[in-house]
């Protein structure tokens, strides 16, 4: 899981795993992980 507040950020993590053969979830902060992982 990918969390930070900027999207690039998120977009750039996101492709870097992916590319390395890892499923991403990405969160906008700490709330939204929880939500997401919940």
């Not at 750039?12 to 906008?28: D, H, N, W």
């Amino acid at each position: 899981m990918v969390i930070d507040d900027s999207n690039t950020i998120r977009r750039s993590a996101e492709i870097f795993l992916v590319q390395a053969g890892c499923q991403v979830l990405l969160a906008e902060d700490g709330f939204d992980a929880l939500a997401k992982i919940a």
